[in-house]
Structures are given as structure tokens and as C-alpha cells.
């Protein structure tokens, strides 16, 4: 699963050079070295590829990068967060490049993981899972929790104002767990404009709409998750429900795009969110090709769910040594 901790990896390696070419590891890969992938490769591929900061996406990446590797695609050096990743051998998958001195590494994004996402998910929707689960908890997911800050928003924001030339785009929806359908729906919405506004709802409308089991991710983690996707340019924070006039007019809208789901979705007693686009002609039913949702990606999780949750128990115990190691680094580092 991609979420906003991977995306800011890779703002940081941007910034260590000009031009980004970022990984992506095969499934088989993944199933040795850390558990089975949610998402399929070209799945994560697509959703890699559409990450602002990334110029390049190289398949079936190897997991233990090498210098040979580095030269092949041209790279002066080689990125990655600053826990120690490991391989199923245990060994440092960056040693090679360590050695050579051509390895950086990135700040790690605390309060957020694939582990964590996964349980979430489970501990949701599978009866008694908190109860029964022997899972202990990833330090980097508890260190602080999930606190996005002024800072990071600012640090993922495109940042570019519309101006006069501009056809303007806005397209509200939860955008939960942030998907392949969602990247396909912006991007096929970038063709009917150039200015692209997402409204992001509350975690309490989301609710009244689809259930106490909803979001899975909080308002300001799709908030970072959403800005990390190069096809939008700017977000309105807990966007109104229903659609006005003076909406439109504020943020000077030409076009309201939905998919076909959307524009049925009614929460009851209330009128048709998009009554007042419609009866100004400026909506737009989008069909991406693409039909993905987050009930989807949900439901692969439960279809496999003992297969999940064996994955988060390896994978929390292999980050608590991670972490144990990169805390014994640390602080012999301080002590030269």
C-alpha cells in the first residue's frame, strides 16, 4: 500500500539531487524480504509514477541495490529512510552502496505504515481482532502518532496559484487510502482542465455517508496523501458537502468532476450535493476506466487476512530489531 509516509521519502530524495528514479520492487521480491504485496506491480508502479516529486519509475527493481545497479540507470547515489532494511537473509540490503559511499538516507515518517494501515483495516472489520491479535506495535508507527504538522503541508503543497488562463477542476470525495482509482480518476480529469481543486470531506461526513467503519486514514493524513499526487494543485480542507453557488463563485469553478459512484451518493435527508453544478451546467460524469475503490483494496485485505496478519506480526518484530539497531547507531554516532 502506498501512503503519505512513502511519498515524503521521496520529497526528501528529490531534494538530494535534480532528477528522482525510484524503484519498484517485484511482488516476488516483496513476499521474500518483507511479506505479501497488497497491491499488484503495475498497481504500485502507477501510483509511484504519479508522486510529484518522482521523474523516472524503474520495474522490478532488486531489493539489495548495488553499485552495478546504480551505474546502469545513471544514478550518483542511492536514497532511503533511515531505518536499516533488511533482507529475509538479514542482511543490509544498502551495504554495498554504504561501503561505496554512495548511499543518503531520508528522516522516516513517524505515525504511519503499511503494518499499521493493514491493522487498522482488520481491526475494523474482522471480529475480535484487537482481542485475538498477538501483534505487537511498530516503534516507528507509535512514535508520536500521526501529527501532521503546518510545515510538511506547506513542504508537500504544489504551491502554484491559479491564474486568469486557467480552466478550474474541482472534485470532492473522501479519498480515503489514496488508490489506483484515485490516480486514474485525477489523471483522466486532467485532460477537461489545467487548475485541479480536490475537496476533501470530514471524517464525520465520510461517516454519515458510508459508516462508522469509515475512514480508514484521518482527514490530514489523506490531506498529505492527496498533495503528494502531481495532478492536483490545490485542496480545500473539511470541503462542504453540498455544492453552492457562492462555492463556485469563490473559488471561481468551471467544472465539477465526479465518477458515476459519486454522483449517486446521497446522505439521507439531504439534497443532491451536486444540484446547483447540474443546474449550471458545470457537471462533468468522468469515467476513468478504472472501477477500483477502497472496498477493493479492503476486501484483499480480509480475503487473505491470516496471511496479513502473519505478515504484520513478522513485520513488526523485523522493525523492532530495525529500530533497536538504528537506535544503537545513533547513539554511537553521538558519542564520536
Same mark, same amino acid.
Given at each position: 500500500?502506498?501512503? *503519505?509516509?512513502?511519498?515524503?521519502?521521496?520529497?526528501?530524495?528529490?531534494?538530494?539531487?535534480?532528477?528522482?528514479?525510484?524503484?519498484?520492487?517485484?511482488?516476488?521480491?516483496?513476499?521474500?524480504?518483507?511479506?505479501?504485496?497488497?497491491?499488484?506491480?503495475?498497481?504500485?508502479?502507477? /501510483?509511484?509514477?504519479?508522486? $510529484?516529486?518522482?521523474?523516472?519509475?524503474?520495474?522490478? !527493481?532488486?531489493?539489495?541495490?548495488?553499485?552495478?545497479?546504480?551505474?546502469?540507470?545513471?544514478?550518483?547515489?542511492?536514497?532511503?529512510?533511515?531505518?536499516? !532494511?533488511?533482507?529475509?537473509?538479514?542482511?543490509?540490503? *544498502?551495504?554495498?552502496?554504504?561501503?561505496?559511499?554512495?548511499?543518503?538516507?531520508?528522516?522516516?515518517?513517524?505515525?504511519?505504515? %503499511?503494518?499499521?494501515?493493514?491493522?487498522?483495516?482488520?481491526?475494523?472489520?474482522?471480529?475480535?481482532?484487537?482481542?485475538?491479535?498477538?501483534?505487537?506495535?511498530?516503534?516507528? %508507527? =507509535?512514535?508520536?502518532?500521526?501529527?501532521? %504538522?503546518?510545515?510538511?503541508?506547506?513542504?508537500?503543497?504544489?504551491? $502554484?496559484?491559479?491564474?486568469?488562463?486557467?480552466?478550474?477542476?474541482?472534485?470532492?470525495?473522501?479519498?480515503?487510502?489514496?488508490?489506483?482509482?484515485?490516480?486514474?480518476?485525477?489523471?483522466?480529469? $486532467?485532460?477537461?482542465?489545467?487548475?485541479?481543486?480536490?475537496?476533501?470531506?470530514?471524517?464525520?461526513?465520510?461517516?454519515?455517508?458510508?459508516?462508522?467503519?469509515?475512514?480508514?486514514?484521518?482527514?490530514?493524513? $489523506?490531506?498529505?496523501?492527496?498533495?503528494?499526487?502531481? *495532478?492536483?494543485?490545490?485542496?480545500?480542507?473539511?470541503?462542504?458537502?453540498?455544492? %453552492?453557488?457562492?462555492?463556485?463563485?469563490?473559488?471561481?469553478?468551471?467544472?465539477?468532476?465526479?465518477?458515476? !459512484?459519486?454522483?449517486?451518493?446521497?446522505?439521507?435527508? =439531504?439534497?443532491?450535493?451536486?444540484?446547483?453544478?447540474?443546474?449550471?451546467?458545470?457537471?462533468?460524469?468522468?469515467?476513468?476506466?478504472?472501477?477500483?475503490?477502497?472496498?477493493?483494496?479492503?476486501?484483499?485485505? /480480509?480475503?487473505?487476512?491470516?496471511?496479513?496478519?502473519?505478515?504484520?506480526?513478522?513485520?513488526?518484530?523485523?522493525?523492532?530489531?530495525?529500530?533497536?539497531?538504528?537506535?544503537?547507531?545513533?547513539?554511537? !554516532?553521538?558519542?564520536?
Amino acid at each position: 500500500m502506498m501512503h *503519505y509516509g512513502h511519498a515524503n521519502v521521496l520529497r526528501q530524495a528529490k531534494s538530494f539531487g535534480s532528477f528522482l528514479i525510484a524503484g519498484v520492487h517485484s511482488s516476488e521480491e516483496i513476499a521474500k524480504n518483507k511479506g505479501p504485496p497488497v497491491l499488484t506491480l503495475d498497481e504500485r508502479a502507477k /501510483l509511484l509514477g504519479s508522486v $510529484r516529486w518522482v521523474d523516472q519509475v524503474v520495474i522490478n !527493481a532488486p531489493y539489495s541495490t548495488s553499485v552495478k545497479t546504480l551505474d546502469k540507470f545513471g544514478c550518483d547515489f542511492c536514497v532511503h529512510s533511515e531505518d536499516i !532494511a533488511l533482507t529475509a537473509e538479514g542482511v543490509d540490503a *544498502y551495504a554495498e552502496i554504504k561501503a561505496a559511499g554512495r548511499y543518503r538516507f531520508s528522516k522516516r515518517t513517524p505515525g504511519v505504515s %503499511t503494518t499499521d494501515l493493514i491493522g487498522r483495516i482488520a481491526s475494523r472489520f474482522v471480529e475480535d481482532y484487537n482481542k485475538n491479535s498477538q501483534i505487537k506495535e511498530s516503534p516507528w %508507527t =507509535t512514535m508520536g502518532g500521526s501529527c501532521p %504538522t503546518s510545515q510538511i503541508i506547506a513542504l508537500f503543497s504544489s504551491l $502554484r496559484e491559479a491564474n486568469s488562463t486557467d480552466k478550474i477542476i474541482y472534485v470532492p470525495g473522501a479519498f480515503d487510502c489514496f488508490h489506483i482509482g484515485h490516480v486514474n480518476f485525477l489523471e483522466s480529469i $486532467r485532460k477537461h482542465g489545467s487548475y485541479i481543486i480536490v475537496g476533501l470531506y470530514s471524517d464525520e461526513t465520510i461517516r454519515r455517508y458510508k459508516g462508522h467503519n469509515f475512514p480508514i486514514m484521518t482527514l490530514h493524513e $489523506r490531506l498529505l496523501s492527496v498533495l503528494a499526487c502531481k *495532478y492536483v494543485d490545490n485542496i480545500v480542507i473539511d470541503a462542504p458537502y453540498n455544492i %453552492t453557488s457562492n462555492f463556485l463563485e469563490r473559488f471561481k469553478i468551471d467544472l465539477v468532476c465526479c465518477g458515476q !459512484a459519486a454522483n449517486s451518493i446521497k446522505i439521507n435527508g =439531504t439534497e443532491d450535493p451536486y444540484k446547483e453544478p447540474k443546474r449550471q451546467g458545470k457537471l462533468k460524469i468522468v469515467d476513468s476506466g478504472c472501477s477500483f475503490t477502497v472496498e477493493n483494496l479492503i476486501n484483499r485485505i /480480509l480475503k487473505d487476512r491470516k496471511l496479513y496478519a502473519k505478515r504484520n506480526q513478522d513485520k513488526a518484530k523485523k522493525e523492532i530489531t530495525q529500530y533497536n539497531l538504528w537506535q544503537k547507531i545513533q547513539t554511537e !554516532a553521538e558519542a564520536k
